[in-house]
């Protein structure tokens, strides 16, 4: 399987086609965005079409659930509802490009329910327990940090998820560890807690999201053009002996570069 991906995010490659250049003629494997607006207009002839043009240039991918305004664990029955009916639309997409990954967002909302995480943890597994079930031999589920600055209200979250789960596929669903979210949104720079998140996260982890930034927000830079402690990162991947995947976020063509030389440059972790 490769090691890594790069994002792509399918309404903006929609309307700029030389965005799927890179991933089709290129051959860079690709994360593929489902943001709500593109399921809104497309159909699943349009992703056939894709799917069967990313299979015929053996360019292997991954999917980004939608996650605009989702709350799989809110207290409101209504908006639980719609966060599930939405994500099991998706997923019936997601399983059109053959993904070896899923990954969505944990999305705790610590200032909705700091008081109340374990029920809200309950009810998040609750949601993402009956869409899974939707896709018998889904891919790995993963989830990530966002706006969380507690690592363990994410791998708790994972945790609950499990427990909802058969035996046979809890392992199948894990975390996936946005660098970028945890630098700026978490205050990974003022807190300097990156062993706190790697150890909540070591039993879970199956993924990265890599991008850098200055902490001050999140500025999806490419490794290197910002100030994210990427040498830490690995060391610390390695001294606990977790080798997960991979996604690469840039939002410009130079942070796409970057992303590029860095996987270079991290051929023991990435593969030659």
């Given at each position: 399987m490769s090691r890594y991906f790069v994002n792509c995010n399918l309404r903006v490659a929609r309307r700029e086609p030389r965005l799927l250049?890179?991933?089709?003629?290129?051959?860079?494997?690709a994360e593929l965005g489902l943001d709500p607006l593109l399921l809104d207009a497309t159909d699943a002839a349009f992703h056939r079409e894709l799917a069967r043009l990313f299979a015929d240039a053996g360019v292997p991918v991954t999917v980004h659930l939608p996650f605009f305004d989702l709350q799989p664990g809110s207290a409101d029955a209504r908006?639980?509802?719609?966060?599930?009916?939405?994500?099991?639309?998706a997923m019936e997409t997601a399983a059109i490009y053959a993904p070896r990954r899923m990954i969505g967002h944990a999305a705790y909302d610590r200032f909705l329910y700091i008081r109340s995480f374990p029920d809200?943890?309950?009810r998040s597994a609750d949601t993402w327990a009956a869409v899974l079930a939707a896709w018998p031999g889904h891919p790995p589920l993963c989830l990530?940090?966002?706006?969380e600055t507690d690592p363990q209200t994410v791998s708790g979250t994972i945790a609950a998820l499990r427990e909802r789960l058969p035996a046979e596929e809890t392992e199948i669903v894990g975390?996936?560890?946005?660098?970028?979210?945890?630098?700026s949104f978490a205050e990974g720079k003022k807190r300097d807690n990156l062993d706190?998140?790697?150890?909540?996260?070591?039993?879970?982890?199956?993924?990265?999201?890599?991008?850098?930034?200055?902490?001050?927000?999140?500025?999806?830079l490419g490794p290197?053009?910002?100030?994210?402690?990427?040498?830490?990162?690995?060391?610390?991947l390695a001294a606990r002996q977790l080798t997960p995947t991979a996604t690469f976020e840039p939002h410009t063509p130079e942070a796409?570069?970057?992303a590029l030389a860095f996987v270079k440059a991290k051929g023991e972790f990435f593969g030659r």
């Open positions: 250049h890179r991933h089709l003629v290129d051959g860079v494997p908006i639980r509802a719609a966060s599930r009916d939405r994500l099991l639309g809200w943890a309950q990530e940090n966002t706006h975390a996936c560890f946005d660098v970028g979210h945890w630098y706190a998140w790697l150890d909540a996260l070591a039993p879970y982890l199956l993924h990265l999201h890599l991008h850098d930034n200055d902490g001050s927000f999140d500025q999806h290197g053009q910002g100030e994210i402690p990427f040498e830490a990162i690995f060391a610390g796409f570069e970057a």
